[in-house]
């Protein structure tokens, strides 16, 4: 079953659906840049992990070692054979959150050409350790000569891409749903796509090297695709929930009309 609404749903924005949507996103984004990329290049998914950002830093000192990694508790006796206090905390430790994201590198070496982000709802919740995350990744790739792509399907949260949100609005106007591309080596250029609810969710092209074309993604296809054979008809639940975030009345009036015209509403 296709989706009703011309291009991104709202009522999958909900919590409880979108970190399904996300990740189904992000495999057929791969595909469909699996099925354009140029010979030479690869793309993969990697995953930011992050359990507290605040205590993330390098050490002073590095030691490497063997892939083997010795019994916990055998080094544990070792410390207090030492002479070493021991000091137990009640602390309950954070399972670690893995987020997807592609990264495209050449078929040789291992050099970071692109990387393309789906955002998750943890990049765009103020305070959490996911926004931390992706926003010192973000800084990253901006200092390190990497093309981003950043696709941004949530309406909720405070505004998370590369470029800025005054200027996007200066220059676009009202807009739902964004994505944002910035180019290596033009860390203050930004080359963005606004979507409002009622539009078609748009191909966007996913730069390369230098040179070399650029491949085209067609994301209302992608989210068709996702939408589709991810089941999301089943889980949208048109007659029972509302969107999260709430939908303009207008908004609202305009959404009721196309699920009544469709027979998903009564």
Not at 87 to 106: A, Q, S
Not at 192 to 202: G, M, N, Q, W
Request: contains cysteine; proline residues 11%.
């Amino acid at each position: 079953m296709p989706s009703p609404f011309p291009g991104m749903d709202p009522w999958l924005e909900r919590p409880m659906v979108f970190p399904d949507v996300h990740h189904t996103l992000i495999t057929y984004v791969k595909a469909a840049i699996n099925a354009a990329l140029p010979p030479g290049y690869t793309v993969s998914t990697a995953n930011r992990v992050w359990v507290d950002v605040e205590s993330r830093r390098e050490p002073d000192v590095g030691m490497f070692g063997p892939d083997k990694a010795p019994c916990g508790e055998a080094a544990a006796a070792t410390m207090t054979a030492a002479g070493l206090l021991v000091i137990e905390m009640d602390e309950v430790l954070t399972d670690p959150i893995e987020e997807p994201y592609l990264e495209i590198v050449p078929d040789e070496g291992d050099r970071l050409v692109t990387a393309i982000e789906v955002l998750s709802r943890a990049n765009k919740t103020a305070g959490d350790r996911g926004r931390t995350s992706y926003q010192y990744k973000q800084g990253e790739y901006r200092l390190s000569n990497v093309n981003l792509v950043e696709i941004d399907l949530l309406r909720s949260g405070p505004h998370t891409t590369a470029v800025s949100e005054a200027q996007l609005r200066r220059a676009a106007g009202p807009y739902d749903y964004h994505v944002c591309i910035m180019l290596a080596g033009v860390p203050r250029q930004f080359f963005v796509s606004a979507i409002k609810l009622t539009e078609k969710l748009p191909a966007i092209p996913i730069p390369l090297d230098p040179g070399v074309p650029p491949v085209t993604v067609d994301l209302q296809k992608v989210f068709d695709r996702c939408y589709d054979e991810g089941g999301f008809s089943r889980q949208a639940k048109y007659d029972r929930k509302q969107p999260d975030p709430p939908l303009t009345p207008k908004q609202q009036v305009w959404a009721e009309g196309i699920l009544r015209a469709k027979g998903l509403l009564p």
